[in-house]
């Protein structure tokens, strides 16, 4: 029953998965109790489903249920019951509700830490969901300073090319550069990359993808010359590996449209939009967000040559 159950969950059929663990849950409250072990782990995949399926309130609820249940049965200082936490602190900040996502994960982490210590994998964890948390309720600040946190520990438990080292730079590179703080993005996404190239390789896969973050991080600075030679490389990257109609390759070849267009050659990012487009349209579902903003970012271009001509 639980690998059925897992079927539906892998293959991403949500609303199915949510409505066959719901009865499943119920079942098992009903012949084993709900404090029974497999009661609170069934819960804990309807609070996962429940989440996938884009109802965060309905999951809070239940990973609130599943925590208060493992803590009842493990006790608060538990990995079961500190990581069921954590969901809750995920859950509620999907929901929009901030302030109690950052209280009960700034609580998870803060005791995640003390029990297992601050570079154990539940932690970083934690801290992870805590930051972002931290980002979407606004809180930049607070959110860069967690993910600064993180690279530290990590950079003293793993060393600073362990790849989870270079994950959680790259991870700060990101907020940096979503709070405006572009020269400290810049430095990270920099450090990742040489890390990343020395570690992984040129062209690999992750590699690639920070060169496109970095890109993106300079142009946002308005170092243009250097951001185009970036996406330029990156699009070249990704159709190697990927091909050229794989979905981060169009989204690439997007990127490198706009670094045209910065830089003031329109004809050059016209003829790759037009071209672009053209692969969106044949490969991507139709009513795709990137497809639209390629025929709403070709029409902009358009008037803009034209007033130029004129």
């Known amino acids: ?40 782990t069934i819960g804990s995949y309807l609070a996962r489903a429940l989440l996938a399926d884009g109802q965060p309130g309905k999951a809070a609820a239940w990973w609130k249920w599943v925590a208060t249940g493992r803590a009842r049965q493990h006790g608060p200082d538990h990995a079961d019951t500190i990581a069921a936490r954590v969901s ?8 929009a509700r901030h302030a109690e996502a950052i209280t009960v994960l700034e609580q998870a982490v803060t005791d995640s830490d003390r029990v297992r210590g601050s570079a154990h994998p539940a932690t970083l964890h934690g801290r992870d969901e805590l930051a972002t948390a931290c980002q979407t309720a606004g809180r930049a600040a607070e959110a860069i300073a967690h993910y600064q946190h993180a690279l530290t520990d990590l950079e003293r438990a793993r060393g600073p090319r362990h790849p989870a080292t270079i994950s959680a730079r790259t991870r700060l590179a990101g907020a940096c550069l979503r709070a405006d703080r572009l020269k400290e993005s810049i430095a990270s996404y920099k450090r990742a990359l040489a890390d990343r190239q020395h570690a992984l390789g040129a062209d690999h896969l992750d590699t690639v993808q920070t060169r496109r973050d970095l890109a993106i991080a ?3 600075a308005g170092k243009i010359t250097t951001a185009l030679r970036l996406h330029e490389q990156a699009c070249i990257g990704y ?8 979905p981060r390759t169009l989204a690439a070849r997007a990127d490198l449209a706009n670094s045209y267009s910065a830089a003031g050659r329109l ?18 579902p139709p009513g795709d967000p990137l497809t639209q903003t390629l025929r709403q970012t070709l029409t902009s271009l358009a008037g803009e040559q034209a007033n130029l001509g004129t």
């Open 1 to 40: 029953m639980l690998r059925a159950g897992r079927s539906l969950d892998a293959a991403r059929l949500t609303g199915p998965a949510a409505r066959y663990w719901a009865q499943l849950t119920a079942t098992t409250d009903k012949t084993l109790g709900p404090a029974h072990p497999a009661t609170l």
């Open 88 to 95: 809750l602190g995920q859950a509620l900040a999907a929901a």
């Open 218 to 220: 300079c142009q946002a």
């Open 239 to 246: 159709q190697h590996l990927l091909g050229p109609d794989h």
């Open 267 to 284: 004809t050059d990012a016209a003829t790759l939009l037009r071209d672009t487009l053209t692969r969106c349209e044949q490969t991507l």
